[in-house]
């Protein structure tokens, strides 16, 4: 079992920059997992969305389209934390943050049924 928690959610304005951390608490290696963040905006019919992939000593990242330039994923195995920098903030940017850890896909890194443990979310707001 892995516990998840993030932190580091918040209110700011456009341009602004936010840092999110999930911290992790398992009798499992840190590095065994690969960490994701995804994001699910608040409305009808909003589904959760991948935001960042990091695989599991931090060597390749992945990006949705719409953050890339702007956020940055990282991890710290000895902290048992991964991190999500996110600058140059929009007002689309808007939702409750999650991270996600999983072993090992059987498809796609960016869906949510891939991963078997998620934090409680932290929610980002962005004014405009």
């Known amino acids: 079992q892995v516990q998840l928690v993030e932190s580091g959610g918040g209110l700011v304005q456009a341009g602004e920059s936010l840092r999110l951390s999930c911290a992790a608490s398992s009798g499992r290696t840190f590095s065994d997992y690969y960490m994701s963040w995804f994001r699910q905006a608040p409305g009808p019919g909003k589904e959760r969305e991948f935001v960042a992939r990091i695989s599991k000593i931090g060597i390749s990242k992945y990006y949705t389209e719409s953050v890339k330039g702007r956020f940055t994923i990282f991890r710290d195995n000895a902290k048992n934390t991964v991190y999500l920098q996110m600058n140059s903030l929009k007002p689309e940017d808007t939702a409750v943050y999650y991270c996600?850890?999983?072993?090992?896909?059987?498809?796609?890194?960016?869906?949510?049924?891939?991963?078997?443990?998620w934090g409680q979310g932290t929610q980002v707001t962005v004014s405009s």
């Open positions: 996600a850890a999983t072993k090992g896909y059987s498809g796609s890194y960016y869906d949510p049924p891939q991963y078997d443990y």
